[in-house]
């Protein structure tokens, strides 16, 4: 049995490279840190244009009918690129709205996502674990309450909520009533927002299966992509480190001759290689409906958070002094990487959560 990438999967992998490797250069990620909106909306219209936005949709509504696996080649290459585009809540959105059952919304909604005319942002961080005061309620009004780190809002035209009983919603982000808020943290590369809502009259998106459903299918698919963007990010701070480690000399000898130095390098790399057949398989499994899904995808991402934290950590040691500052640009993986680790569960929270699936908890 291969249990390669096919070539077809390459190759498209390998065109949203070099995509984004012309697109999304150091200096125009620090521009979206900056604050300039306009990068991250150009790069996603060039994602869209490649046809990433289609992956998940199925054929019948103007997609490409693909696997989770597609979407984690996409979003692993955008973490290796530490890339401000918006494509982690549109791909969660699309594996919402495809997990419903209704499909007026989906034929309405699904071809536009794809071509971009309509940009969905989430607000499903509730779902996972709500702080005090936060979470939104359906009542006779509209939506009441608060949602907080909700992703990908600034550039969207709606919004896919999940109220406090699991049910989706679509809200307009003009929508009388609907407050964002930018919230900013040490990912200065992705758009976070705390999203209020006072009477926001919203569509309910119908479910046959049980409430909560679809939304547990967007937060698994958003944790197996932050996996993945993890994963690329990872390897690229790890290529770094050994660039650097073959040119910085020290003692006339170049540092990556030093024994300590091949240690740190060679358990990056030892750390790293097993955790992306971790991340495929996951996607293999929740592609192919299979009753470890849900576990694989925990342990995929509480995994890619502690491998990932290595990495980044190591491979800023191996840089010295070089590795801290804005010249070079590696606290910007840094920092994706330290995201990552929180949104949609931390590593403790989720292994809990794969206790229990295995009933030990």
Known sequence: MDFSLSEDQTLFQDAIKGFLGDAAPLDTVRLAAAGDQSVARDLTQGLMELGAGQILVPEAHAGLGLGVLDAVLVQEALGAAVAPASYLATSMAIAGLNALGDETHKADLLPKIATGEVRIGVAVAERVGARDGAGVKASDGGLLGNSLFALETCDATHVLVCDADGALWLADVEAEGLTRTPLRTIDRTRDFAELTFEGVVATKLPEDNRPGDAAD?????????????????????????????????????????????????????????????????????????????????????????????FIARTSTEVHGGMGFTDLLGLHYWFKRIGANRQLLGGPELVRAEAATLQGWA
């Open 217 to 309: 299918r967007m937060v698994a698919v958003g944790r197996l992509l932050l996996a993945a963007d993890t994963l690329g990010a990872a390897q690229t701070m790890l290529e770094r480190a050994v660039d650097y480690a073959k040119e910085r000399k020290q003692f006339k000898r170049v540092i990556g001759s030093f024994q300590s130095v091949k240690h740190m390098c060679a358990e990056m790399s030892a750390q790293l290689e097993p955790a992306r057949a971790l991340v495929w398989h996951a996607a293999h499994a929740l592609d192919e409906d299979m009753d470890e899904a849900a576990l694989m995808i925990c342990l995929a991402k509480a995994h890619l958070a502690e491998v990932g934290t």
